[in-house]
């Protein structure tokens, strides 16, 4: 379970800005909707966001502050493999809410950081809304899966050698 103390909204302004690097062709209308259904969370470090294997609840959108994405090598909350580290402006968890499957990749905090949290009928329902949100969620969906393969490779080949 995620702990992470609950705090003010994050401004609509900065938030939509943070939002639109991440995903640049998300409409307005969306962003909006995502920012009146978000909840501001502050974590310490150390304190996870997320655990791989739960189920996923939503998305984090990383507004200040580094996280560890880290995978288990057999079963949850096992012996850890680091996957990256991400820093804000990030997004965590569009790919785990938009397949309906559980949360892929543990997320520590590394520093203090401060997220907005979106609940997953919330997301789904935004992307819904047009269907230009779901074509620039897509887009972010397909970027991130490029990314992810190419950080297996790397690993892969750190394994090899």
Same mark, same amino acid.
Not at 125 to 150: E, N
């Given at each position: 379970?995620?702990?992470? &103390?609950?705090?003010? @909204?994050?401004?609509?302004?900065?938030?939509?800005?943070?939002?639109?690097?991440?995903?640049?062709?998300?409409? @307005?209308?969306?962003?909006?909707?995502?920012? &009146?259904?978000?909840?501001?969370?502050?974590?310490?470090?150390?304190?996870?966001?997320?655990?791989?294997?739960?189920?996923?609840?939503?998305?984090?959108?990383?507004?200040?502050?580094?996280?560890?994405?880290? /995978?288990?090598?057999?079963?949850?909350? $096992?012996?850890?493999?680091?996957?990256?580290?991400?820093?804000?402006?990030?997004?965590?968890?569009?790919?785990?809410?938009?397949?309906? &499957?559980?949360?892929?990749?543990?997320?520590?905090?590394?520093?203090?950081?401060?997220?907005?949290?979106?609940?997953?009928?919330?997301?789904?329902? $935004?992307?819904?809304?047009?269907?230009? $949100?779901? /074509?620039?969620? &897509?887009?972010?969906?397909?970027?991130?899966? @490029?990314?992810?393969?190419?950080?297996?490779?790397? /690993?892969? $080949?750190?394994?090899?050698?």
């Amino acid at each position: 379970m995620t702990s992470g &103390s609950v705090v003010q @909204r994050i401004d609509l302004q900065y938030f939509a800005e943070i939002l639109v690097k991440i995903v640049p062709d998300l409409p @307005r209308p969306v962003v909006e909707w995502l920012w &009146s259904a978000h909840r501001a969370r502050c974590y310490s470090p150390a304190e996870f966001l997320q655990f791989e294997g739960e189920p996923s609840q939503g998305i984090f959108l990383i507004v200040l502050g580094q996280v560890r994405l880290s /995978l288990s090598k057999e079963s949850p909350r $096992a012996q850890r493999i680091h996957y990256r580290d991400v820093g804000s402006p990030a997004v965590l968890g569009v790919s785990d809410v938009m397949s309906g &499957s559980s949360v892929s990749l543990t997320a520590q905090a590394l520093t203090e950081v401060q997220t907005a949290f979106v609940p997953k009928h919330a997301f789904l329902k $935004a992307v819904q809304l047009l269907p230009q $949100a779901g /074509l620039a969620v &897509s887009q972010f969906i397909a970027h991130d899966l @490029r990314s992810t393969y190419s950080r297996i490779n790397e /690993l892969r $080949a750190q394994t090899y050698h």
